[in-house]
RNA sequence: GCCAGAGUGGUGGAAUUGGUAGACACGCACGACUCAAAAUCGUGUGCUCGAAAGGGCAUGUGGGUUCGAUUCCCACCUCUGGCACCA
């Protein structure tokens, strides 16, 4: 036997492809198909996350051009980041030269892989000139307000030391860093995302995406609709607002609690309770993030002023407390201590009033039901919940002490990092003319590189003269440039825009390139984006069409998220757990396409799992018995008409079957229908039933079903099956339906629902029931002696079920 | 607490308009080849009673619908992921 040498081959091909620039995109499709592997952050190495995310996809991209499609699979580096930064600052290298190392490294491991990728489309993030339409992308927020400044409490990471956005701070931990967030007051740079909370929510109906991801989104953006409401204050022109969704409840207020960073405690607080309130504000802002998440019990303090309950008249105190945030809604609550649990526990600690206004006779054993009743509640004692919200806000809207309102958790987009290496913020700060936009015809502004870190890391364009001094565009006077940089998340958040021409300078995209390509139809990547990357493209995508720039309004029409590969052990791989696969250990042993194929057979793709190196021999094995089943000789010995039809039916069930599968995602049970084709394709091999002329045709169309998954191996056993051209430029085999037909059919033979019996039978008389009890009493003869039937079930095709008593 | 998703052999997983549970693979056992091992090939392999024929039990647990339930309904348990004082 001819032992297959992966290595050898897969080098071959490698440099045969390159030569014959075989992966080159066609321009101006027909039939496009943009299939999309989430960016990549070159941070080193490829590890075998990479590969489950890219060599699935590109079975995907290789199946989809032999349907004819017009594939584009481009490959980038999402290139600015903190871990380039860290590493430079710790090995005293420069940032730029860490990162290009890296994806000089990384390009040569991903080429490996075997995907179709076309490298003349490649580019990355921190090329000025990429980041120049970065910045350019800011500018047009910028000018429509959808980019500002403002002092805000924000997250602090004490070991990246830099803010964070709301999304990369996970159960308080930097989910960077894991460093403990902290609270601080600063001003910063917002990307105005709330301004498309509905549609990002409401277009979620028209894409093709995981519903799990959806449901992420939608919570993240946390749409809740109820009412804004103004309480008087007691001896005081001022109001307090709050938004509730319980406008029903309204006669049960019987107290109100601010946060206790409300700007009207100043004002409202009584002489003697100034001192508590004070204490309290300082205790509380001490406090990080975490430490208010641990705080279980209620804390809180009078600050000696009352509100009017609108709707009964009556003076309720104003209370402070951490349980409420400043960050949503008004900052401020109605309390309802009757029928809200954490009002509850608050007016409980404290002695406050609690006034009943639902009755909870309906709602016995269970949480608040919508249909209890209202009581104590005036003129709108004896509603039910839903109604009386309703008709609660019409009155509040005719006397006008409140209105409807939409609510959203969703917070504006905090953009700016106190760092080095991610794109420049295109601003200039003058004295006189204050926050001033970098002229469009001045970009890019340039990160200067060779730059020496400061004191533990301190950005060195704070201390670079020449990029900090400039001319005001309005005034020309003396004005400094913004330091901080952009998160590498707005990098990523319109690349997908600049594959299809990515050498386009007169605008961050090609307009007819992204035409005839956007949006992207397939986007293959982790879950772990579900709230990042995946919102902000949304974001930027719709921005983008509403300002005119492109026809689509969501970027990515199918989203498909692969799960996850752990250590052998089942655990997360991690160097300190020493359970980590390193990717090329196999590839250069075993070769890429055995990896693909165990990557894809392992189970299914969104559910990941551990690898099993045992396991991983199996997939080897399969290779190996493809090669061997194609390239030995074939011998006719005794031709057999009827096993060859059954053997080529097989076939034509195989491209069904592996047709339907990659369609569907489930690549697992794709190869498993190989292999069974091929362990009959074997045996039927060695007796030589077969017709050398039908085996051929047998072995290349299944080398073409193998090209999508094992490019290398298909492409040489279609070189040494006489072929021409590459099989990857080949049709995708079509099936005959009447060649995956049974003749004849099994039927089950039941006794009270259990197996006791089959026979075989042809099709035609497969469907008569008639028939079929008639040969179903026959198979069993004697044994029906015994039954009492009272029913037969004869289901055609199926079975025949007789029910005895 | 809330929102998703999932529980099937020793293992990864197949199979759901309700109709042969366990495809394919790993592992294991036995056999062939070999001085031997590895590799390769062949056979077997859910549990259980039985010499066998043939039974019984099995898809997280408990109910229900049905001639028939891994699949549908109700209740519960466990696990995974996400969110978490959001008024």
Redesign the pocket.
């Known amino acids: 036997m001819n032992n297959y040498d992966p290595a050898k081959n897969e080098a071959k091909w490698r440099k045969i492809w390159q030569e014959t620039d075989i992966n080159k995109t066609h321009e101006e499709p027909k039939n496009k198909l943009y299939n999309l592997v989430m960016f990549a952050y070159p941070s080193g190495n490829l590890h075998i996350g990479h590969w489950y995310n890219f060599a699935p996809a590109d079975t995907l991209a290789r199946y989809s051009r032999m349907h004819g499609q017009d594939v584009l699979e481009p490959f980038g580096f999402d290139s600015f980041g903190l871990p380039a930064e860290n590493a430079a600052i710790q090995r005293g290298l420069m940032a730029d030269e860490w990162t290009n190392q890296n994806i000089s490294d990384m390009t040569a491991q991903i080429n490996k892989i075997g995907a179709m990728y076309d490298w003349s489309k490649t580019f990355q993030t921190s090329d000025p000139s990429y980041y120049k339409w970065t910045q350019w992308m800011f500018l047009k927020m910028f000018h429509e307000g959808k980019a500002y400044q403002k002092e805000a409490l924000v997250n602090w990471d004490p070991v990246d030391k830099t803010v964070l956005a709301n999304e990369q701070v996970?159960?308080g931990f930097a989910d960077r860093s894991g460093a403990k967030v902290e609270r601080k007051l600063l001003k910063q740079w917002f990307l105005k995302i709330t301004d498309y909370a509905d549609a990002l929510i409401d277009d979620l109906d028209k894409i093709d995406w995981p519903?799990?991801i959806k449901?992420?989104q939608r919570?993240?953006i946390?749409r809740?609709v109820?009412a804004h409401i103004e309480f008087p204050i007691d001896n005081s022109t001022q109001k307090l607002d709050v938004?509730?969704?319980?406008a029903d409840t309204i006669f049960g207020v019987t107290f109100m609690v601010v946060?206790p960073e409300h700007p009207l405690i100043e004002t409202i607080t009584t002489n003697s309770q100034s001192d508590a309130v004070k204490k309290y504000i300082s205790d509380v802002g001490a406090k990080t993030n975490i430490d208010?998440?641990e705080?279980k019990e209620?804390t809180g303090v009078f600050t000696g002023a009352f509100a009017v309950n609108p709707a009964t008249n009556q003076n309720i105190p104003i209370w402070i407390s951490?349980?409420?945030?400043m960050d949503?809604?008004t900052?401020a609550?109605m309390a309802v201590p009757a029928h809200?649990e954490?009002d509850f526990e608050f007016a409980s600690k404290f002695g406050l009033e609690i006034t009943q206004v639902l009755s909870d006779e309906s709602s016995e054993g269970s949480n608040q039901s919508a249909d209890a009743k209202l009581i104590n509640s005036g003129e709108f004692s004896g509603l039910d919940s839903a109604s009386a919200k309703a008709k609660i806000v019409e009155w509040l809207e005719t006397t006008e002490i409140g209105k409807s309102q939409t609510?959203f958790?969703l917070r504006d987009w905090l953009i700016s990092r106190q760092r080095y290496w991610g794109t420049p913020i295109p601003i200039i700060h003058c004295e006189k003319c204050g926050v001033v936009a970098v002229p469009e015809a001045d970009l890019p502004v340039v990160l200067p590189l060779n730059q020496k870190f400061g004191e533990d890391g301190r950005s060195p364009l704070l201390d670079n003269k020449d990029f900090l001094d400039v001319k005001c565009p309005q005034c020309s006077g003396e004005a400094k440039r913004e330091t901080d940089t952009m998160d590498t998340f707005v990098d990523s958040s319109w690349y997908f825009l600049r594959y299809p021409n990515p050498n386009y300078q007169a605008g961050p995209f090609d307009p007819v390139a992204v035409k005839q390509w956007l949006p992207v139809d397939n986007y293959i990547g982790g879950?772990e984006h579900?709230?990042l990357h995946l919102m902000y493209a949304r974001f930027v995508t719709k921005f983008l069409h509403s300002q005119g720039y492109i026809d689509f309004d969501e970027p990515f029409m199918k989203l498909i998220n692969q799960g996850m590969i752990n250590g052998p052990d089942g655990k997360k791989m991690s160097k300190s757990k020493n359970n980590v696969i390193n990717p090329d250990d196999y590839v250069d042993k075993y070769g890429a396409d055995s990896v693909r194929m165990y990557l894809m057979f392992?189970?299914?793709y969104e559910?990941g799992?551990p690898w099993?190196p045992?396991?991983f021999?199996?997939?080897y094995?399969?290779i190996?018995?493809i090669w061997e089943l194609i390239t030995t000789e074939y011998t006719e010995i005794q031709l057999d008409s009827i096993v060859e039809a059954e053997l080529v039916s097989k076939l034509h069930r195989l491209i069904k079957k592996v047709t339907e599968d990659v369609q569907k995602i489930?690549f697992?049970?794709a190869?498993?229908a190989m292999?069974?084709f091929v362990?009959f394709a074997?045996?039927l091999k060695h007796k030589g039933q077969i017709s050398k002329e039908q085996w051929n045709v047998i072995t290349s169309t299944f080398t073409k079903l193998l090209a999508p998954f094992a490019p290398y191996l298909s492409e040489e056993l279609w070189e040494l099956l006489n072929n021409e051209q590459s099989v990857h430029l080949q049709a995708w085999p079509k099936y005959d339906p009447n060649l995956c037909k049974d003749d004849v059919l099994?039927i089950?033979i039941?006794i009270?629902?259990?197996?006791?019996d089959?026979f075989i039978v042809n099709i035609e008389n497969a469907h008569s029931p008639v028939e079929l009890e008639r040969m179903a009493r026959e198979k069993l003869g004697s044994r029906m002696d015994n039954l009492e039937v009272v029913?037969t079930?004869a289901?055609p095709g199926?079975?025949v079920?007789f029910?005895v008593l």
């Not at 938004?243 to 319980?246: A, D, P, V």
């Not at 951490?322 to 945030?325: F, G």
């Open positions: 996970v159960n519903e799990r449901d992420m919570n993240w946390g809740s109820g938004y509730t969704t319980r946060a208010r998440m705080t209620k951490e349980y409420v945030l949503y809604g900052g609550i809200d954490r609510q958790r879950a579900a709230v392992m189970g299914p559910d799992g099993d045992k396991r021999e199996g997939t094995r399969f190996n018995k489930r697992n049970t190869i498993a292999m069974e362990n074997g045996t099994t089950v039941q009270n629902g259990k197996l006791r089959q029913k079930i289901v199926k079975l079920n029910v």
